[in-house]
């Protein structure tokens, strides 16, 4: 009978979020047969942590912050096409205990006329800047909201 109440708790509880239910009851399941070692839907993530990536912008130019720690300026590879700007990071490295293979990629629309020789880039203390400076044709106008 101790299983009644167990039941009817777990069925009220996925009333409102059957698939997360589901998860949860697939991964007690390979918990309880592997020992918990390979449970599908396990949050990885905890480890992991998404870096910080900036576009500004005022009257005068467009300043763009991407932290991409560990790596080196020589890893850095940013291109300018047309009105695209594009960060890519590569870093492989090998030991004779192991091989790790790290990368970042972003690409960002920018209006267009941005003259690539003028674009400045630092890369300090795993955080790339670059500066550009924003085209005469591209100034920003203000647009007002009206409500009905």
């Known amino acids: 009978m101790a299983l009644l109440p167990t039941l ?3 069925r009220s509880r996925s009333l409102g979020r059957p698939l997360d239910d589901f998860r949860d009851e697939l991964d007690g399941m390979f918990q309880r ?3 918990g070692w390979m449970a599908p839907f396990e949050d990885d993530t905890g480890n992991m942590r998404v870096w910080d990536f900036d576009v500004t912008e005022n009257d ?3 300043a763009v ?5 560990g790596f080196e300026d020589k890893d850095l590879d940013v291109q300018l096409n047309d009105n695209l ?3 890519k990071a590569e870093k492989k490295e090998e030991t004779k205990e ?3 293979f790290r990368s970042f990629r ?3 629309t920018l209006p267009p006329g941005i003259d690539p020789n003028k674009v400045q880039a630092t890369y300090k203390n795993g955080v790339l800047e670059l500066h550009m400076a924003r085209p005469e044709g591209a100034k920003s106008k ?4 009206k409500s009905n």
């Open 8 to 10: 009817w708790r777990n």
């Open 33 to 35: 047969f592997f020992g």
């Open 60 to 62: 005068k130019e467009i």
């Open 65 to 69: 912050r991407a932290e991409i720690p």
């Open 85 to 87: 700007l594009t960060i």
């Open 98 to 100: 192991a091989k790790s």
């Open 106 to 108: 972003r690409t960002v």
């Open 142 to 145: 203000k647009i007002s909201v």
